[in-house]
């Protein structure tokens, strides 16, 4: 839905509302991305401000953003138990 209604109106914002970091594969189909995370009651109105020009809002980010889904982290269900492995003089656990 983002990428159709960025190419309707190449001007388009998208202010995601989200706990954590989300895949765009239509970044570069709009001019700018808000993060406004879940902004509770006055959120509608704090975002307004910002896409308005009211205010700055000077935040940063304090993790980054994948650019693909191939750059997730993915649970590798096959090696979630260690393997202890017996040396001479000591035990590792290795994944398998």
Partial sequence: ???AVAAANPHTIVVLQTGGPVTM???DAVPAVVEAWYSGNGGA???ARILFGEVNP???LPITFPMAESQLP???HHRSA???THHPDHWNADRL
Avoid: T
Wanted: hydrophobic share 50%.
């Fill in 1 to 3: 839905m983002i990428a």
């Fill in 74 to 76: 993915h649970p590798d």
């Fill in 25 to 27: 594969p239509w970044l």
């Fill in 58 to 60: 000077s935040g940063r």
């Fill in 82 to 84: 260690p393997r202890w």
């Fill in 45 to 47: 109105a704090a975002i």
